[in-house]
């Protein structure tokens, strides 16, 4: 009995490394979205290109990607070949570009492709920050009743795409 | 003309001193709110920085997390509230003191349950070298002949 007392500061110290080690694995830059499982904001904001509607609340009718972007955003530029596959592959996208001047963002998807089934215009940026955005790009994914089920902070990763947003939306269509 | 030069250094010298991040455009009349606003926006994380409160903050985000706190006092919150706001958005982490809670215990009370564990290790090694004997008990009268055969032998 005594002798596994003396064991003790080793298993407390490989429980740390453990710890540690799992730490380290994780991006620190990555935050949890506290919006998970609760219903998206209320919000309508006007239409950024003429001839596409808007975005409001109400459209959010899942299973669906909601993905905020703009044009002065480096990595959703590399985000965004995924996104014109994920649209081709018959998945609903709908874009908010996100504190961008509406004529740059114009420009950005008449240079890029324009993969969005509606488009919005967040100028102000308060409707992102509504849904917790912190950065561009992000992508939400909202089930059929409306609610957020999973976010991706930053380029969506061909991983994430595969593990987790394509099986999710499989699961939310049935 | 001197006097205003005067003046005018010494608001300068205010502006420059008081406000960091902050935009004279963006702050309250008010100044009892305004100084809330302050106080607020020095607990609250700058999301993209991460590591500075929004007070310190240049980011656009965090102007914008100011901008959010000045509405919602001017709404009527109180500090608490305005807080809420932001972690039903953001999360606890928005927060740079973490609240106290089940999942926070680890954090809050894990250094001084650390210490007591130590503090205590001391203890009990020092309580038992005192409770050992401080001399040997004295020899008894067979093992001193011994001994007087032994040192006789030897010489």
Known sequence: MKRLLYLLPLALFLALMGYFAVGLQRDPHILPSAMIDKPAPDFALPP??????????????????????????VPCRAEHPVLGRLAGAGVELLGIAWKDKPEDARAWLAELGDPYRRLAVDRDGRVGIDFGVYGVPETYVIDRAGKIRYREAGPITPEDLKDKILPLLAELKR | M????LASCVLLLALAGGARAIDPAEQLADPALEARARALSKEL?????????????????????????????VAG??????????????????????????????LWFGPAVVLALGALGVLVFFRRRRA??????????????RLATLLERGR
């Open chain 2, 132 to 145: 050992q004997p401080a001399a040997p008990p004295p020899l008894s009268a067979d093992e001193q002949h």
């Open chain 2, 2 to 5: 001197r006097r205003a030069l």
């Open chain 1, 48 to 73: 950024l290109l003429d001839g596409k509607p808007g975005i409001a609340r109400a459209d959010l009718d899942g299973p669906l990607l909601v993905n905020f972007f703009a044009s002065w955003c």
């Open chain 2, 77 to 106: 919150d109180g500090d608490g509230a305005v807080k809420q706001y932001l972690v039903a958005r953001y999360g606890d982490f928005v927060l740079l003191e973490p609240p106290v809670k089940l999942k926070t215990y680890a």
């Open chain 2, 45 to 73: 994380r700058c999301l993209v920085c991460q590591n500075e409160s929004i007070d310190d903050s240049n980011a656009d985000l965090a102007r914008d997390l100011r901008r959010i706190v000045r509405e919602r006092l």
